[in-house]
């Protein structure tokens, strides 16, 4: 028997609750502060304890706009804009939904990041569910205890914390990204967030300052072996598959060891996928073919460098080689036009890789006399632009500042249209900036970023900078699972999102952006979505019928920001 006070009636389209008064205000989902009406406040036993004056959400909105705007920086924006969705879930999201450029930026990539590393001095109130390794079997009862039954959670978003963007391991503060890519996919896909549950899994940290701050919120010991890893996150997938049948697990900014073992283990066993290799190859994969139409080359007469071989780099290679397969090459032309840079330079036969960058090791006898660098261990990047001319180039290393002029103008030598996608967040960890490519190029570059950069003019031109982020996949990519109940994610979903997202963008006139614009995000998520069904049943791993209504279903699944009744039962 559900024994919750409160419970969303779909049919009926409102909240019922069993709480009154103070319970009823601090409760986000149910809370409507002064624009609860007359008779709620009446059956709600709320008379005298809000002000007397009702306001709509509309006169909400626009003051919680003006107080966002005095906040005094990034992260004090960030915690105000928290504090409100603690406070009350519609206002959060409809001011967010009404300013989602600008507060994309601050909810997410970039300042989300500033927001894991103060977590532990900034935390107000917990959001999400803290899961230890040192008692996993206290993750059932932590995750039941969010009160919500085997058909109430769509989504679950699950980080360990070792890789937080390009920042690296924050240990419990993770939690926030979890909490901020939800964040993104209720405002952007119109995932119901009372259906959502963000997730930590707090493994240790090898972070010294962290372990020895005395107000560090984690546990305060080193990441645990891999045995005892394993076993946990075995017993998080378990335990939410049986608790949340229908659930997708989404795994975000794990190791790049973790990441890739743990997609190998559960991915062709569960509704699952790996933002950081899936996502971002998606979205990378869709910039790179706006960037081809415009470049004028087709697909298959491409040649790309990847500065950074990890989980992201390679999931990008992975999704780019399978699409140069499409446009007609064999599997093994098309993985020799990937050059992969890592820390210790070009990847070749030979050097020391972790398995899944393998494949992309190039022959020995091709670098024979290329030039290596002592520091470095191997070939730099420097080097192996100059060899191979590339005329893709693409940043997932982290490494701020590595795409420099010298570069950069030698690439330019040789192509005219370069597309160089500095994929690095936050915005200090871009390569480099959009103003310096287009500068060092003459406008010539066809420029995506991870993070937001506001549009570069040079000569007489203005450059919309696209944002080559996961954000413009992960919604739509679990939307569509979502209305097709689909059982897996497959390639297949994976590269019509790609596709879709690509589709978005309409011009590819001087100037034009290679990704459609932040604002349009929930129409792009809507694209996706309906695109990542028709693929799942294409690949028959959907339960629900897909047919010509597919788009429509999609929107009509969408949460909406708007105040429903609150029922007083
Ligand atoms: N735009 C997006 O949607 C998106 C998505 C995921 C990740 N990213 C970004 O990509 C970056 C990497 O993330 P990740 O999850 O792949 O991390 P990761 O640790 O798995 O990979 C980083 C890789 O960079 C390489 N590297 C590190 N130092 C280097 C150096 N000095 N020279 C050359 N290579 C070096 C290594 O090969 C390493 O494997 C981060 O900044 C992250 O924010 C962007
Ligand atoms: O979180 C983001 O902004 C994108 C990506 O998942 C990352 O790790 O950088
Ligand atoms: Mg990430």
């Given at each position: 028997?559900?024994?919750?006070?409160?419970?969303?009636?779909?049919?009926?389209?409102?909240?019922?609750?069993?709480?009154?008064?103070?319970?009823?205000?601090?409760?986000?989902?149910?809370?409507?502060?002064?624009?609860?009406?007359?008779?709620?406040?009446?059956?709600?036993?709320?008379?005298?304890?809000?002000?007397?004056?009702?306001?709509?959400?509309?006169?909400?909105?626009?003051?919680?706009?003006?107080?966002?705007?005095?906040?005094?920086?990034?992260?004090?924006?960030?915690?105000?804009?928290?504090?409100?969705?603690?406070?009350?879930?519609?206002?959060?999201?409809?001011?967010?939904?009404?300013?989602?450029?600008?507060?994309?930026?601050?909810?997410?990539?970039?300042?989300?990041?500033?927001?894991?590393?103060?977590?532990?001095?900034?935390?107000?109130?917990?959001?999400?569910?803290?899961?230890?390794?040192?008692?996993?079997?206290?993750?059932?009862?932590?995750?039941?205890?969010?009160?919500?039954?085997?058909?109430?959670?769509?989504?679950?978003?699950?980080?360990?914390?070792?890789?937080?963007?390009?920042?690296?391991?924050?240990?419990?503060?993770?939690?926030?990204?979890?909490?901020?890519?939800?964040?993104?996919?209720?405002?952007?896909?119109?995932?119901?967030?009372?259906?959502?549950?963000?997730?930590?899994?707090?493994?240790?940290?090898?972070?010294?300052?962290?372990?020895?701050?005395?107000?560090?919120l984690g546990n305060r010991h080193p990441r645990v072996d891999r045995e005892t890893y394993d076993a946990f996150v075995e017993t998080y997938v378990d335990t939410a598959n049986r608790l949340f049948p229908g659930a997708v697990l989404h795994w975000e900014d794990f190791g790049p060891d973790n990441a890739r073992r743990i997609l190998a283990r559960y991915g062709d066993r569960y509704l699952t996928f790996n933002d950081d290799v899936q996502g971002t190859g998606a979205v990378n994969l869709a910039a790179v073919l706006s960037g081809v139409r415009a470049s004028g080359t087709p697909l298959r007469d491409h040649r790309v460098v990847i500065f950074g071989a990890g989980t992201a780099g390679i999931g990008v290679a992975d999704q780019l080689r399978d699409a140069l397969v499409s446009a007609g090459l064999t599997p093994d032309e098309a993985t020799r036009r990937f050059w992969c840079v890592g820390r210790h330079g070009l990847l070749t036969e030979g050097m020391a890789v972790r398995d899944f960058q393998a494949p992309y090791a190039r022959p020995a006898e091709e670098v024979a006399d290329w030039s290596r660098d002592a520091d470095l261990g191997g070939i730099p990047l420097a080097e192996?632009?100059?060899?191979?001319?590339?005329?893709?180039?693409?940043?997932?290393?982290?490494?701020?500042?590595?795409?420099?002029?010298?570069?950069?103008?030698?690439?330019?030598?040789?192509?005219?249209?370069?597309?160089?996608?500095?994929m690095s967040n936050p915005t200090s960890l871009a390569e480099a900036t959009p103003a310096q490519l287009l500068g060092w190029t003459d406008g010539g570059a066809l420029v995506a970023t991870g993070s937001p950069f506001a549009p570069v003019t040079h000569g007489d031109i203005t450059y919309q900078i696209g944002q080559a982020n996961n954000a413009f996949i992960f919604p739509g990519l679990s939307l569509g699972a979502i209305v097709a109940h689909a059982t897996r994610m497959t390639d297949g979903m994976l590269k019509a999102s790609a596709?879709?997202?690509?589709?978005?963008?309409?011009?590819?006139?001087?100037?034009?952006?290679?990704?459609?614009?932040?604002?349009?995000?929930?129409?792009?998520?809507?694209?996706?979505?309906?695109?990542?069904?028709?693929?799942?049943?294409?690949?028959?791993?959907?339960?629900?019928?897909?047919?010509?209504?597919?788009?429509?279903r999609v929107r009509a699944a969408m949460w909406q920001p708007d105040y429903h009744p609150v029922h007083a039962v």
């Open positions: 028997m559900n024994t919750e006070p409160t419970r969303w009636n779909p049919d009926l389209e409102r909240w019922e609750t069993t709480s009154r008064g103070r319970a009823v205000l601090t409760d986000p989902r149910l809370n409507k502060g002064t624009a609860f009406t007359e008779d709620e406040r009446q059956a709600l036993d709320l008379v005298g304890l809000i002000p007397p004056h009702v306001l709509t959400l509309e006169q909400q909105s626009s003051r919680a706009y003006a107080q966002f705007l005095a906040q005094p920086d990034d992260l004090a924006k960030n915690v105000y804009l928290a504090a409100l969705q603690d406070r009350n879930t519609v206002l959060f999201y409809r001011l967010v939904g009404e300013h989602l450029d600008e507060m994309l930026p601050i909810v997410y990539t970039p300042t989300v990041g500033t927001a894991i590393q103060r977590y532990s001095y900034e935390y107000r109130r917990p959001r999400g569910v803290y899961l230890s390794v040192d008692a996993p079997k206290d993750v059932e009862r932590s995750l039941r205890a969010t009160g919500l039954g085997p058909d109430d959670v769509d989504l679950i978003v699950a980080t360990d914390g070792e890789a937080i963007l390009g920042i690296g391991d924050w240990g419990v503060g993770g939690i926030n990204i979890s909490v901020g890519k939800l964040a993104v996919y209720t405002a952007a896909g119109g995932i119901h967030p009372a259906r959502t549950i963000p997730v930590v899994l707090d493994v240790g940290t090898n972070r010294k300052e962290l372990m020895e701050d005395p107000l560090y192996v632009v100059h060899r191979v001319s590339p005329t893709i180039l693409i940043g997932t290393s982290g490494q701020g500042g590595a795409f420099t002029e010298p570069v950069i103008r030698d690439m330019a030598a040789s192509v005219s249209r370069p597309i160089i996608l500095p596709d879709a997202v690509a589709e978005q963008v309409g011009s590819s006139a001087p100037g034009a952006a290679l990704l459609p614009p932040t604002q349009q995000l929930r129409e792009t998520s809507a694209a996706v979505a309906t695109a990542v069904a028709r693929a799942a049943a294409h690949d028959g791993v959907a339960r629900a019928t897909v047919g010509d209504d597919i788009g429509s």
